[in-house]
């Protein structure tokens, strides 16, 4: 199924969405700064965390009337997807990247101060709009998720080139880094539309574990998948130094040979041949059904959880976002 398909149900919310965001980060009059922001808008993306918020708060609502605020609902979204993008911004910073969604990375065109600063900009007016949704609850919810983002991140920049890290070490990460917004996106969800605590913990677990599951997937696919699919240069992981769990499987699945190989070719510079030789380790080993094996745990996780609210088109589109982020063709087709 097609995102626009699965998004259907909150189409017109989606483009209030759109339209918030555009007059969020073009309010400025300096017309660098408009510059920068029309093609960071123009760049695209997948707007799946603006719809995580409006689609757990509509799912626990079961399609009835809530309490939510449809203007603040709508401004939550945007400012998480500004967060996104800021995030985003400062990671191609970090990992040298030079694409991003099959264009040049902002740092690549215009260097990493004016991408750092960009990105705080971004920042910025993501806490304007969530200001303006009036609740101290989500704006708690939001900041210790950030919060969560920045130190997981931390982590992983001190745990690079660590051969030796542990898949819990890794989970740790992920969790941190990634999950903590997707969580915080369903949960704030149902915070602003005023959900009992036993509703909120039920969208905040299914969005950790759904976090989780698409985080080991986007590594997958940084090691297996083809530039034109990515629509950035594959390996950048390998290339930073920093540890997936494909490459911890691929570790354990091999013999004490093949480990040493491929000790010494983190050792040295990871180029493409040498990220050919290990994505070809991995898919003719058994780390691609290992690293399945625990992308399948965290994805049932996030249906038992999903499992727990009432039946709604709003919650069929959760579920269709879970077969989404899992491609049985990523983990068939690799070989």
Do not use: W
């Amino acid at each position: 199924m097609k995102l626009e398909e699965i998004y259907q149900p909150i189409a017109d919310d989606l483009k209030a969405m759109e339209s918030i965001l555009e007059a969020s980060v073009k309010e400025s009059k300096n017309r660098s700064i408009q510059a920068m922001s029309g093609s960071l808008l123009k760049s695209g993306g997948k707007k799946l965390r603006p719809a995580l918020v409006i689609l757990s708060e509509k799912a626990a609502s079961a399609g009835k009337n809530s309490n939510c605020s449809h203007d603040e609902l709508i401004m939550l979204a945007s400012a998480v997807e500004l967060i996104h993008i800021a995030s985003l911004i400062h990671d191609d910073v970090l990992d040298g990247a030079t694409m991003r969604r099959s264009k040049p990375s902002i740092n690549a065109e215009l260097g990493d101060d004016i991408s750092i600063i960009f990105g705080d900009y971004i920042y910025s007016k993501a806490f304007d709009l969530i200001g303006k949704c009036r609740n101290p609850d989500v704006f708690d919810c939001i900041s210790q998720a950030i919060h969560a983002m920045c130190e997981g991140e931390l982590i992983q920049v001190y745990q690079r080139g660590n051969l030796n890290l542990s898949k819990d070490h890794y989970i740790t990460i992920v969790r941190k880094k990634t999950a903590s917004l997707l969580a915080a996106c369903c949960h704030a969800g149902g915070i602003l539309g005023n959900h009992n605590q036993t509703v909120q913990t039920t969208l905040k677990g299914f969005g950790l574990n759904f976090g989780i599951a698409f985080q080991i997937i986007d590594d997958c696919k940084d090691l297996i998948s083809e530039e034109h699919a990515l629509g950035k240069h594959p390996g950048q992981d390998m290339v930073a130094g920093d540890m997936t769990l494909p490459l911890l499987d691929l570790l354990d699945a091999v013999g004490q040979t093949e480990r040493q190989e491929i000790k010494r070719m983190f050792e040295s510079k990871i180029d493409k041949s040498r990220l050919e030789k290990i994505r070809r380790m991995y898919v003719n080993s058994n780390a691609l059904s290992m690293t399945r094996q625990t992308t399948l745990y965290y994805i049932n996780q996030a249906k038992c959880k999903l499992n727990e609210l009432e039946n709604s088109d709003y919650k069929k589109s959760l579920d269709y976002l879970i077969d989404y982020i899992m491609p049985g063709k990523l983990f068939n087709s690799a070989r």
